[in-house]
């Protein structure tokens, strides 16, 4: 089993600045895929970034405003949002794939008003 635990989510006002995090229960050794997805009201979950073997995704939707970061050392998984949006409101989940099976986070709920 491992645990995801994410942080750092809260209410801001448009154009502002949220830094979540995500603390994972065991190393970064056999997880080639990390990331972050968010649920808005009444939506479907979506991917907003990831790490896949090196490699990172983002969601046209975020490019250019966030940025997905890893510290191998502490085991986090850090997802810097910059001029959020009102449409950015939504719980954001933490994910990791390890030898073949998703774990999630419980999520944290960012919101995006003035």
């Known amino acids: 089993q491992v645990q995801l635990v994410e942080s750092g989510g809260g209410l801001v006002q448009p154009g502002g600045s949220l830094r979540l995090s995500c603390a994972v229960s065991?190393?970064?050794?056999?997880?080639?895929?990390m990331g972050w997805y968010r649920q808005a009201p009444g939506k479907e979950r979506e991917l907003v970034a990831t790490?896949?073997?090196?490699?990172?995704n983002y969601a046209d939707s975020v490019k250019g405003r966030f940025t997905i970061s890893r510290d191998n050392a502490k085991n986090m998984v850090y997802l810097q949002m910059n001029s959020l949006k009102p449409e950015d409101t939504a719980v954001y989940y933490c994910?990791?794939?390890?030898?073949?099976?998703?774990?999630w986070g419980k999520g944290t709920l960012v919101t995006v008003s003035s």
């Open positions: 994910n990791i794939r390890y030898v073949g099976v998703d774990y």
């Open positions: 065991r190393s970064f050794f056999l997880i080639n895929t």
């Open positions: 790490f896949t073997s090196g490699v990172t």
